[in-house]
């Protein structure tokens, strides 16, 4: 039973101190024949002693019981949750989100953290099942990631949601509420650094200068290294975007653009992949009311990026695929850094020279 506060403990000491007072005088009242027949000519006063009466006792039970109602159990089976891990391989990886192999690699990998150890006389599910739960609500969208789901199929409880806050913040121009997360990848899909955190209202450039990256150039590039990025980023010394109207009008320029969008289409590859397999990113049904809940959807999408780069050499199921329009729109605010620097319009010419000598 949960411990009570002190104010708790003072309510019942109160209530039972009144519940005594009256039963006590009831039981000496009814033994006085006098006072009997007083009682019976007064039944108001009678009736008012059997509801305070009524009223103590009702308050009492009230301090002692958690819920005011009684609890409904949900039915909860873990029967399905073997099936899934005793189904054929097309089967687990439709519920698991990867093969039966990846996933018990995933499991080997993560299974000796600390947070799987308590010290609670209640022992945690093993490792393998909380990881299916995990996955049941990262794998899907709508409502079949949402708690209710994982617990009637996985066999958990249900556990609560908060209301959600601040939601203007968060609205973004697609008409939806949504967290920006900025992603960087490589040649070879990998995820190379992720940000998120922003809300949906923020422009990507914006979240790109509030990067390590933009922060700290020095340390994450050197030499010739630079990022191929939309025209919605500016050009500087690690940023090659393609060139903007009127400047993209040129035949050289138009090129170039075709060629940059040629070897940056492997980010939206990339994206479409990190979505399809965990697609409870194209609508987190997390809501927001604090700093911790915020965090935990930044901890949600940080967690789906790892598993991507993890699940890499996995083979990836196709109708999985999330199209990405890939549309960052223009600059809202032309009070932002959006003027091409000297040195990085110049390299972007050295690097469209190089890159049309090829064409």
């Known amino acids: 039973m949960p411990r009570l506060v002190n104010r708790k403990e003072l309510v019942r000491s109160v209530d039972v101190k009144i519940l005594t007072d009256l039963v006590l005088h009831d039981v000496l009242d009814s033994s006085s024949d006098e006072e009997d027949e007083m009682l019976c000519e007064t039944d108001g006063s009678s009736s008012e002693d059997d509801e305070e009466i009524k009223i103590a006792v009702v308050r009492y039970f009230a301090t002692q019981s958690r819920y005011l109602s009684a609890r409904v159990n949900s039915p909860k089976t873990k029967e399905l949750a073997y099936l899934i891990f005793q189904s054929d391989e097309l089967t687990f990886k439709r519920n698991a989100r990867m093969t039966r192999q990846a996933f018990f690699a995933v499991v080997d990998k993560i299974g000796s ?40 199929r996985l066999g958990i409880g249900e556990g609560t949601e908060a209301p959600s806050m601040c939601g203007e913040d968060y609205y973004t121009r697609k008409g939806s509420y949504a967290i920006n997360a900025m ?7 990998r995820i190379r ?17 509030y990067s390590k990256l933009a922060l700290n150039p020095f340390k994450y590039f050197s030499g010739h290294e630079y990022l191929l990025a939309d025209s919605a980023y500016p ?13 993209a009008n040129s035949h050289e320029n138009t090129a170039f653009n075709t060629a940059h969008s040629q070897a940056r289409v492997i980010v939206e590859q990339t994206i479409g992949m990190l979505k399809g397999r965990f697609q409870s990113l194209k609508a987190l049904r997390l809501r927001i ?31 999985w695929t999330v199209e990405d329009d890939g549309d960052d729109g223009p600059i809202p605010n032309p009070n932002q850094q959006a003027v091409a620097t000297e040195r990085g319009s110049t390299k972007r010419e050295r690097i469209k020279q190089y890159v049309l000598r090829w064409q």
């Open 235 to 247: 050009v500087s010394d690690i940023i090659v975007p393609t060139f903007k109207k009127p400047l």
């Open 113 to 152: 953290h600390i947070v799987f150890r308590n010290k609670s006389h209640h022992e945690q599910a093993p490792v393998p099942d909380q990881l299916m739960v995990a996955l049941s609500r990262f794998g899907f969208d709508g409502s079949a990631s949402s708690l209710w789901t994982a617990g009637s």
């Open 193 to 209: 650094h992720v940000l998120a955190g922003f809300p949906g209202c923020s422009h990507d450039h914006r979240v790109f200068m």
């Open 289 to 319: 009311k604090n700093k911790k809940d915020h965090e935990f959807a930044v901890y949600w999408i940080r967690t789906c990026c790892m598993l991507h780069n993890m699940l890499l050499d996995d083979e990836y199921d196709e109708e």
């Open 183 to 189: 992603i960087v990848c490589d040649d070879l899909k």
